[in-house]
């Protein structure tokens, strides 16, 4: 059931038409000898024009509901990244075409899937945080609120994953062949940025002047991805930077005759948006990423002052008009740069730019790893960018005045909340004292943020800060990626949940509906049919559909406690191994995770875990029983095929330490049972589907910092139950030939102050009793697939959709420009 927009586009014969135009003329080929390359660039060309068409339309639209009412702003969602994934489907499904599209493609034979295949995934983006970005979009447009992303265009996205002999090898994600179609440049909207120069402060009137000469210069070229939404002819768009370097920037030194220099000064602003840093959850201080930060920064600042100016023709209405959200603290020069714009360029005074700018600008905070939280040399920060630096050093000024009369005399609270303090740029202090609102992504993270990471901020400034609980595009993660799911919750609910997920709740009464459970047994089944014959056909071997699928996918870090996993499946091969005649329901691990280039240990969990697979899965003694399977490169396309096959979902990590989760809501509400510690949203999860409805195990946060602060002592846990030391041990031994003592050793002996910070071996007893409460349940069908109903059931509160409103309303402070007719 799609929602149809009244356009020219729906027609079919005009839409073949079009795609049999496209064929002739431009690959001069026709609809019977179009592989499915010609075809994805047929239709995505095709598609991309009407999303033009619909937003040149949708542009006077939003421009008039924005001058004629003060109750609507526009909001500009600032982010290093966005893991887009593929577009084609999504795009067809939100238009209402991809019925009409599949029907095209199945006359001429072609499998629509193959063809949905053909588009590379636009991988710009690690991990959580850039695919909750372009979740966001989704339900920004969908629900008519004006909104525009702004991020870079890398050349390169996140690297391809090759898994050589157990061991992570990167190669360059070169996405932009397939992916060119959807980018329309803008070059006259090109901006420039300066880097560099020389600084120099002066007083002038009793006024604060400046002069900043020869600067490098570099342009930021605009190409626009437009975002559709569902049911809906609102279009709103992701604007990329791309970096080129600026004509006369180059002409100087060539026209010195430097040619070489000349070169090379290309080169290296070409080098800005090459590629993306691969680096998730732990911040890397090259000086090319600070580049990269405000490259984005000031192309997007200095593009919205202008919108603001061209629809308006003032300042004085900015932060009335305009929300810029800054997603984590990567975009966090914001600040000082509107400061600058407004002062340097528009003669704005300092308290009222500062009282614009703060009342403009929010920020969502994605992390509480200490290690994760940026900060910036401050040298560096002053020779790439003086003046913003000057800028920083008069808001760490007039912060540390207005501190101190908050904390009278306690200069060390004042010099842990500045800004700039022991020669660095603390992102993160600069991102609360810019915003007026600060929000965490989970109750549990926002809770942590006031009692730990931001506490002085928040018994200074209590009101700043604020929930919102993350949540998916459902539309992609259920309604196209598990369409026989959706259809039968079409049959027992009817279609309205695909624009209102509240209504998702309804499913809930079908819990005890015999019929209904075999249904969802069964489609499940044939998902699993459908992963199992992918995995054997990209890696040579299908795990067997009638084996439990057990599926740990996310980035590979140790707060995620992958290595908690795969000592009790080391546990569990033990066992087998013991009792050959052992009565169990075959077992699938699935695992998908790329690890950070620099991340060694990282990349030894993946060895092994790969080695294991290899043991395990060439052991005629187990591989009936047991199977583990790595999914190379996992990304966002692979995520598609592998959440409506999951039934158990991994979500293990180390309680406090992980800020959400959204894996966790794509396997739930694609009726994964959650296996789970109470981190993040996995706290949520509970509260909506009830304890009797996830496997919860382990230590709380409390308990664990608890623990911390009395002294963790691995070796002692490890010593006194016979079943963990077996597992641990083994890996002096190794698998497939490989010894992992290094890993034992990480798990046993204090680097530092301590052994494993994550406490992997302290929870292991747990997470065992929890894995054979959830075995049991799983035998008992009828139980299993009720809670599998409620699952998807209660995963309504986990939509983007819901996100995004809590944003408008508690942070942003805006309404639709175009509510969706088909919304409530
Ligand atoms: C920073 C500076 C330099 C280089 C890299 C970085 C960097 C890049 C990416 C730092 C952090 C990230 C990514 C963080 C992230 O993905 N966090 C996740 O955000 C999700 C969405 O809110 C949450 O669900 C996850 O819990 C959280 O880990």
Known sequence: MEKKAANKYNDPSYFRGQVETYLTNILHTDLKNATPANMYQAIAQLINRELG???LAYNDKRKSVQKSTDKTKKVY??????????????????LGQQAMAEDLLREIHMDPQVLYDQEPDAGLGNGGLGRLAACFMDALTTQGYDATGYSLCYEYGLFRQKIVDGWQVEFPDNWLPGGRVWLNPREEDTFEVNFYGDYHEYWENGQLKYTLTDPQTVEAVPYDLFISGSGTTAVNKLRLWSARSSGSFDMNAFNSGDFTKAAQRTNSAEMITKVLYPADNIPEGKELRLKQQYLMVSASCQNIVRDQLHLYGTLDNFHKKTAIHINDTHPALVVPELMRIFMDDYGMGWEKAWEIVSNTVSYTNHTVLAEALEKWNSSLVQSMMPRIYGILQEID????IQAFSRFPGDSGKVDYMAVLQDREVRMANLSVIGSHKVNGVSKLHSQILKDDVFHDFYLATPEKFTNVTNGIAYRRWLCQANPELASLLDDCIGSAYRLDSSQLKLFAAYRSDVGVQEEVEKIKR???VRLSNFIGQQWGSAPDPDSIFIVQAKRLHEYKRQLLNVLRIISRYQAIKADPNIDMRPETYIFGAKAAPSYYHAKFIIQLINKLADEINSDPAVSDKLRVVFLENYSVSIAEKLMPATEVSEQISLAGKEASGTGNMKMMINGGITIGTLDGANVEIREAVGPDNIFIFGMTADEVRDCLHRGYDSSKIYSSDPVLKAAVDSLDRGFGGVSFSNIKEYLLKPTYSI????????????YCRAHDELAAAYEDRQRWNSMSIENIAYADRFSADRSIRNYADMIWDTRPVLPNPSMK
């Open 755 to 766: 052994a494993d910070p994550y406490m992997c071996l302290m929870d292991f007893k747990d």
């Open 397 to 400: 000024r007039r912060f540390r």
């Open 526 to 528: 044939n998902n699993k």
């Open 53 to 55: 068409e619909m937003r």
């Open 77 to 94: 969602y600032i982010c290093m990244e966005f893991l887009m994934g593929q577009s084609l489907k999504n795009n067809l499904y939100n």
